[in-house]
């Protein structure tokens, strides 16, 4: 998506895949700041590894505690740091890696505009509280949402993550469990659905799809999980991760170049990279 996008600004940029073993993660920052890179993703599981690496920590990476998009900035000659894609002549003497967080406007950014939902004042039930559903579960309160229920087949994982909420949003209801009353979202940030003998991630839980509105998975391939089914069978909005993942490289995009992401190119390329249409 990040190649269709450069091309269609016209950008004589390349975004490509490295594979890092963590081991090596700080050797391979540095080998990428010594090479003038104008920045570079990071996964699973790099992105808390490197929040120590950094030089400058975004406010995004230091609320959610992981860093999923870097940027490389040089000084110039007044001593302000200024990204490297401004230096074409001149590299500067002094680089820097300024670390940020896309992944949780990605999360938002997905449920706004794929299934048109208000998340202030909304109720809202998360199944998984690993690293991608504590991200999901802190933008959400952070969103203002009224209520939250959180719940993980490791329930320490959940308790955790309902005392950092209690502690940054004391507005928002949370709860560790399942709700008894019908809610505005089911958020699925399990991995549950990726294999096609994984069971629901409701099985054997209280909880039934018709005390659901609208349904969110994570996960986007397959582009239709078992969950997801159920859930249009029971009539709940449906929608997949693949929102979620190019909202999150939208993001990491504006903040390489300076210019806005050509959305509808950029899904273009992710569906027919993921779905092969």
């Given at each position: ?20 073993h ?19 993703n ?7 590894l ?17 860093v ?60 998984g ?15 203002d ?91 709940c ?6 929102g ?34």
């Amino acid at each position: 998506m990040h190649n269709a996008a450069f091309a269609q600004l016209g950008l004589n940029w390349r975004y490509l895949a490295f594979g890092v073993h963590p081991d090596n993660l700080r050797a391979a920052l540095a080998g990428a700041k010594a090479m003038q890179f104008a920045g570079l993703n990071l996964t699973v599981p790099h992105k808390v590894l490197a929040m120590e690496m950094m030089d400058e920590l975004d406010a995004s990476a230091k609320t959610w505690g992981a860093v999923n998009t870097v940027r490389f900035e040089g000084r110039d000659a007044k001593g302000d740091w200024r990204p490297l894609r401004e230096f074409e002549k001149d590299p500067p003497k002094q680089c820097r890696m300024h670390g940020f967080n896309t992944d949780a406007e990605g999360i938002s950014r997905a449920l706004r505009e794929d299934l048109e939902l208000t998340l202030p004042g909304a109720k809202v039930l998360l199944i998984g509280t690993g690293g991608a559903g504590q991200v999901a579960a802190l933008r959400l309160a952070s969103e203002d949402v009224s209520e939250l229920y959180v719940t993980d087949f490791v329930k320490a994982k959940a308790e955790a993550v309902a005392q950092e909420i209690h502690k940054r949003h004391p507005r928002v209801r949370v709860t560790v469990g399942f709700p008894n009353d019908p809610v505005d979202l089911l958020l699925n940030a399990t991995p549950l659905g990726l294999k096609p003998e994984d069971p629901s991630p409701l099985t054997g839980t209280p909880f039934v799809l018709s005390q659901a509105r609208a349904v969110y998975d994570m996960v986007y391939n397959p582009p239709e999980t078992p969950l997801l089914k159920a859930a249009q069978d029971a009539g709940c909005k449906t929608s997949n991760g693949l929102g979620m993942l190019l909202y999150q490289g939208a993001k990491a995009f504006e903040i390489w170049t300076g210019q806005s992401a050509p959305i509808a190119v950029m899904r273009k390329a992710l569906e027919q990279s993921v779905y092969g249409h």
